[in-house]
């Protein structure tokens, strides 16, 4: 069944909805909607909200989207839950959620589980913030823990990260400390009525001032918030306004959107290119015999790699493409 | 510089952790090493121990690499750690616990951080147990806070794997509990001397009893530990052995090599072919140049990504690897 891209970008739900469970589901007509729909995209402000589980992420998102809405705006939220890889446990979850936000149209939300094997979760979260996007919806929350190398890469998509902390968390901290820098954006010390919140502030702060920021550069703010009475979300809402008249600076929204592009084309490209080589090779009946020789370790997984990389494909496209031409199928034709 | 296999079949450290680093700096001597070392691998049991920071991972291995070194077996310990992606964190890490097995040449610690972008933890981590593999060490221990896409399909290349709780996580368990029937073989319940683990334990025994077994099938049992004192370690250490002949029947084992291929086989593959992509597209400098149509909304990444896909590179060398060829280059010959 086609997509009327018309209710999609006049942002129905029903048609939204239908959309990207069409997406997961590989549906061609869904793909196809999804092309069409991107250069419709890059309306909504993108932002991510990263913490381990515990740090109370889902209530900060509730609270954002909740004071969000009484300005008006519409909210999307992706959920990237990679610990329920293979249940329905994420699908549970939205539907604890939304009944608090049931009689409210303005806000969608969706959650993503590490599904397959192929790294398509970032391709899914793409998809995703693509389509809420078109819908319309004027902020997109990307909630994730953040811990694994695809999440790394997404929050790279929204145009400012918050790094959600709790006190305490000790060993942890050092953990976060490690790959900070290329992530927040602000910083939000959650249940900071506990008493060594205080501590963990100042932790967080004397980190940052470590750096060496220049006049131009924004310098992460570290925020307090109690995410279960909405204490600090009014001041946080205002920090993450600030980030974003920064971002919307005229170079630097160039290269966040360079940014963007990237990882939006390696991620999709990483996902399809996979996807493309084990068919190819279960098509010809080579998959099993070649997983065979490995495990009997007739030969090994980098030399049959090699040969299928080494027969690079991409300089047949690229001629095609530099002249304009390559959206059409030239099977074999060699240069 | 070329490699002497001889010095790293024998166990030297120094080779072997020389092969590590060049690997990871994409030396092609090492690359040709490690694929003559592929056929020496297999012997070791490799051990996965997934859990959340903090839950007292690092110390729980420890634990059992002291226990396996006084029954006088070779350990060889890989963590990855995806939170420090992009600093020495992972390094530092690995000289503090060196310094616990120092005077110990039985026990090699290498510590992996996400890095770069391309889908690379994964293909490095199965590089690494390889290495360790192929150096004789009798047991690998994978490391990993097992939430990321890559560390759930890793973890696949270990006979055996413990997932590690500690008691009161709370939602936690929730998140724990949708991922686990793919990943637990064992349960371990650590710091078990707190008054809540009872509890922690029977939620996992009911959570456990609620699929069906076969007869054939191995149930998960859940134990109690506490890492830092040593409690229980002794007992998980024959619980895992039993584990490890359930695995060495003989069909499961078929079972475990077959799904240990397909790991590295597409985790290799993944890695190259988008390296191979991106090579490909910035030579022919068309990377830069499409990021911008992607970021101007002039093109859409999904049409892209399709002109790279559509044009099969992989018919070519199906044809070559049918007929027993195909490690030559034939650049462009069509089919």
Known sequence: MAFSLKEILSGDIRAGARLMRDLDDEIPAAHLALKKLYRHTGRAFILGITGAPGAGKSTLVDGIADLLRKQGRSVGIVCIDPTSPFTGGAILGDRIRMQKHALDEGVFIRSLATRGHLGGLSKSTIDIVNVMDAMGKDVIIIETVGVGQDEVE??????????????????????????????????????????????????????????????????????????????????????????????FREDNLARYKAGKARVELLEILKKKLVEKAVEDLEKSNLLEPLLEKIANKEEDPYSIVEKVVDHSFAIHLLDGMRNGKGSGKRKGKGR
């Open 154 to 247: 997404i929050v790279k998509v929204a145009h400012t990260n918050l790094v959600v902390v709790v006190p305490g968390m000790g060993d942890d901290i050092q953990a976060i400390k490690a790959g900070i820098h290329e992530i927040a954006d602000i910083f939000v010390v959650n249940k900071s009525d506990r008493e060594d919140s205080d501590k963990t502030r100042r932790e967080l702060e004397t980190m940052v001032s470590m750096n060496d920021y220049g006049k131009d550069d924004w310098v992460p703010p570290v925020l307090p918030a109690v995410a279960t009475t909405g204490t600090g979300l009014s001041d946080l809402l205002g920090t993450i306004e600030r980030h974003r008249q920064f971002v």
